[in-house]
């Protein structure tokens, strides 16, 4: 039983390959092309191969760059993302000491602020002018 099914798939294997034949392609009189397993009468044919080429070296190299072209694309992606990520820290840093700021602001009427080496109160015009100020950099900065 076994060597019928071994000697069956042997013919089967082999018989794509005897039962390939001859190709013939040629054009006809108004420029059509034409393919078949007879030649035409009285028009040149050309005879194609239908056998399968193993596949060229150069194909496996020519897929080496594209690999490591994919790879730089990771690490420049990598490297746009870290900067990205590291904007969105120094941006949140910005808007969390914005918005402290504009709490003391308005929590607290005395404010003092340094200037020229010592230190100075501001007065209710100025504190709300400064108010002001962190309320339109925290709308226009921070989401």
Same mark, same amino acid.
């Given at each position: ?23 013939? @392609?040629?054009?006809?009189? @108004?420029?059509? =092309? ?16 239908? $056998?399968?080429?193993?596949? @060229?070296? #150069?194909?496996?190299?020519?897929? #080496? ?13 990598? @490297?746009?993302?870290?900067?990205? $990520?590291?904007?969105? $820290? ?6 969390? =000491? ?30 709300? $002018? ?14």
């Amino acid at each position: 039983m076994r060597l019928t099914i071994l000697a069956g798939g042997l013919l089967l294997a082999l018989s794509s390959s005897i039962m390939a034949g001859q190709v013939y @392609k040629w054009v006809d009189a @108004k420029g059509v =092309t034409h393919f078949g397993a007879q030649p035409p009468q009285g028009l040149p044919a050309e005879t194609l191969n239908t $056998a399968i080429a193993p596949p @060229k070296p #150069a194909v496996a190299e020519s897929a #080496a760059p594209a690999v490591s072209g994919e790879s730089e694309q990771r690490d420049i992606d990598r @490297k746009v993302k870290q900067q990205v $990520a590291k904007q969105e $820290a120094e941006r949140q840093h910005y808007c969390t =000491t914005l918005r402290t700021n504009l709490a003391q602001l308005q929590n607290n009427p005395r404010v003092r602020v340094q200037e020229d080496g010592g230190t100075r109160r501001l007065n209710e015009e100025e504190r709300q $002018a400064r108010i002001g100020e962190t309320q339109n950099k925290i709308a226009d900065s921070c989401n």
